[in-house]
């Protein structure tokens, strides 16, 4: 499986833009990066995802590096419902097999 | 439509008893997991269906440990023997291939083993 490292806190304040990175070094050509977040008490609610271009929408950015070994979740304006666990994970496109990892916890500050 | 479910939502049992966790997919998924999460932990992989395939049992911690699911519907994790740090939420998604693999979670069923 390709795998994929983030850190594993972040703290943000509230309405302030949020920058939550993912490394993927082993990724394969036809690994989408899909990001989903777990809000307290919660099972994990998909974000966004993306191949190759950066992708918007209406929760949040996706921004992916050129060479697709790394990826950047964007939060334009903290909330501070969005304190949660944000998970990286790379699924291909012609199957299912997507594993969680740790994640990011985000932390936001009034 | 219907989410994916489980029940039960809760359960406690005694240490050494077996327990049965029940999973319904969303209608026409064909791929379903079984995750683990303990107390302010991740998650963690333990067993992925897909349609008519076996299963991908690495994640399962121990021999206690086993799932089955009969076709592309309903799925049971049953843990045997059940020791405390068995005690987490465990969490049940499912997904189909025409969605881009997005996979929608249940409630979990929270297991605390006295």
């Given at each position: 499986d390709a795998k994929t490292t983030q850190p594993n806190?972040?703290?943000?304040?509230?309405?302030e833009p949020v920058h939550l990175p993912c490394n993927h070094?082993?990724?394969?050509?036809?690994d989408y990066i899909h990001w989903y977040r777990q809000l307290p008490s919660q099972g994990p609610e998909y974000v966004i995802h993306g191949l190759t271009s950066n992708?918007?929408?209406?929760m949040?950015?996706?921004?992916?590096?050129?060479?697709?070994k790394?990826?950047?979740?964007?939060?334009?304006?903290?909330?501070?419902?969005?304190?949660?666990?944000?998970?990286?994970?790379?699924g291909a496109g012609n199957n299912n097999d997507m594993r969680f990892g740790a994640g990011t916890r985000l932390t936001v500050k009034p | 439509g219907a989410?994916?479910?489980?029940?039960?939502?809760?359960?406690?049992?005694?240490?050494?008893?077996?327990?049965e966790l029940r999973c319904d997919p969303i209608s026409g998924h064909t791929a379903l997991y079984w995750y683990r999460q303990r107390l302010g932990q991740g998650l963690?992989?333990?067993?992925?269906?897909?349609?008519?395939?076996?299963?991908?049992?690495?994640?399962?911690p121990s021999d206690r440990f086993s799932a089955e699911r009969t076709g592309e519907s309903v799925s049971t994790l049953t843990i045997q023997r059940t020791q405390q740090?068995?005690?987490?939420?465990?969490?049940?998604?499912?997904?189909?291939?025409?969605?881009?693999?997005e996979q929608f979670f249940g409630p979990g069923t929270r297991l605390t083993v006295l």
């Open positions: 806190s972040m703290e943000s304040n509230e309405e070094s082993t990724i394969s050509g036809t992708v918007n929408n209406r949040a950015s996706l921004a992916i590096a050129e060479d697709r790394s990826s950047t979740l964007i939060l334009h304006r903290a909330t501070l419902r969005d304190a949660a666990v944000y998970y990286c994970i790379l | 989410g994916v479910s489980q029940s039960p939502s809760n359960k406690v049992t005694e240490k050494g008893k077996d327990v963690e992989f333990l067993i992925y269906f897909q349609g008519n395939s076996a299963p991908d049992k690495s994640g399962l740090e068995d005690s987490a939420v465990y969490l049940c998604a499912s997904s189909s291939r025409g969605s881009y693999n």
